[in-house]
């Protein structure tokens, strides 16, 4: 049975709310990230980071997460939806987290997202749910910290993305690095 790798849903918000309200589509701007979005433009926009440096480079443009992470947390007694977590793209069929940094992800007709890292889980979360950090923290069999609150993109080219399209992976040269957080 061959696996669909697609977008489940697009969301955005024009000010800095924790969660994201879906929409029938979103565009992504080149070297910005999603139009009419917050987040949009070419230094940092999150709030903590602008505190620190405000000239920054934007390596935050665009947050995805992949929807069997809701499934996962249903398992553990959290009931979350696309867009909650703040995502923009929320995904199915794809393990965001094994990703290399420097992947690109096409998406839609045109548009295309280079992976920079992971998102940091911050205690935003557990103001949203309670516990809910906890929950997106895990350690592997080495005890390094695994973070499950989805990935983060820069946008190399513009278009329009909507649920129900179609997601090519394009993986880096080899040596792979693996993500790290941003």
């Known amino acids: 049975m061959k ?47 602008v505190a620190q440096d405000p000239s920054q480079p ?13 499934d996962e947390l249903k398992g553990a007694g959290f009931t979350v939806s696309a867009g909650q977590l703040g995502e923009n793209i929320t995904t ?12 690109r ?33 895990d350690h592997d069999e080495h005890g390094n910290l695994i973070r499950k609150a989805g990935i983060m993109g820069i946008v190399l080219a513009d278009g329009e993305v909507k649920p129900g399209d179609r997601i090519c992976v394009e993986l880096p040269p080899e040596p792979y690095r693996p993500l790290d957080r941003v």
């Open 3 to 49: 696996q669909t790798t697609e977008v489940v849903a697009v969301s955005s918000s024009s000010t800095h709310t924790f969660s994201k309200t879906n929409q029938n589509r979103i565009q992504l701007l080149a070297g910005l990230g999603v139009a009419g979005d917050a987040h949009l433009g070419k230094t940092v926009k999150h709030r903590s980071r």
């Open 58 to 70: 934007n390596l935050r443009q665009v947050h995805l997460i992949h929807s069997e992470l809701f």
């Open 92 to 103: 199915r069929g794809i393990n965001l987290l094994g990703l290399p940094v420097g992947t």
């Open 105 to 137: 992800l096409r998406l839609g007709e045109t548009a295309l997202v280079e992976i920079t890292g992971l998102r940091n889980p911050c205690a935003q979360l557990d103001r949203f749910l309670p516990g809910l950090m906890a929950a997106l923290l």
